[in-house]
């Protein structure tokens, strides 16, 4: 069985400044996905980037990234630039890349406050 | 467009009401999923249709009934349900088997409330 560790339950950023939330995952497949959702106060559940395991080159959308260390089993979230709207919690989440599968693994969540 | 939609967004109902839940998709997506989440948890999984055929139950109670009445639509019926069952129900969908299908977009959620 697949685990996700989130190992911060709560952080805070300046606005403007970079923060990253940690994530590990524990597992014996080679081939996966990796994904990072934020769900804001208004409770939808929205994606922010997604990384497929059997590529190196780590995933970047606009101010948000990730480091990914295969060997290491880790999947941090790096976020640039924060902005108030940022404030949400953060979930890290681990899929098998099975035909058929559909089961996400979720960490426990990171809970970040951008502060103005 | 990645927009899964349900309803109603709250639900008030006593432990002998009958209701369901709705959520619909327009994106041609053959996977749809309901999660359950409590407060400060992340979502736990209870059903996943695939191709309109019901492949996955999370040993949930028989209080919940899921149907998926076409590609488009996923319903979950409620029926005597415990204060215990109040939560965020989110609904989910994906296409397995295309590229970058994998990938599991959300509806904003039903709050549910029972007393």
């Known amino acids: 069985a697949q685990t996700v560790t989130q190992s911060q339950p709560e952080m805070s950023v300046q606005e403007a400044e970079t923060v990253t939330l940690s994530c590990t995952y524990d597992t014996s497949e080679s081939n996966y996905y990796l994904f990072w959702y934020k769900q804001p106060p208004s409770r939808q559940m929205i994606l922010v980037i997604r990384q497929e395991a059997y590529k190196q080159q780590n995933a970047t959308e606009n101010r948000f990234s990730v480091n990914f260390q295969k060997a290491a089993k880790s999947f941090s979230l790096k976020i640039s630039d924060s902005q108030l709207g940022d404030t949400a919690m953060y979930f890290c989440a681990f899929m098998k890349a099975l035909a058929g599968s559909y089961q996400l693994t979720f960490g426990k969540g990171t809970k970040l406050s951008v502060i103005p | 467009d990645t927009e899964v939609t349900q309803t109603p967004k709250h639900l008030v109902m006593g432990m002998t009401n009958k209701k369901s839940l709705k959520c619909e998709q327009h994106?041609?997506?053959?996977?749809m999923y309901w999660y359950k989440q409590k407060a400060k948890k992340p979502p736990e999984l209870m059903f996943v249709?695939?191709?309109?055929?019901?492949?996955i139950n999370e040993s949930v109670p028989s209080r919940f009934s899921p149907e998926c009445p076409n590609s488009s639509l996923l319903n979950l019926h409620l029926h005597a349900l415990q204060p215990e069952d109040s939560a965020l129900y989110l609904c989910?969908?994906?296409?397995?088997?295309?590229?970058?299908?994998?990938?599991?977009?959300f509806g904003p959620g039903t709050r549910l409330t029972v007393l």
């Open positions: 249709y695939s191709y309109e055929k019901l492949s």
């Open positions: 994106m041609g997506h053959r996977a």
């Open positions: 989910a969908s994906s296409s397995p088997g295309l590229a970058g299908g994998d990938t599991q977009y």
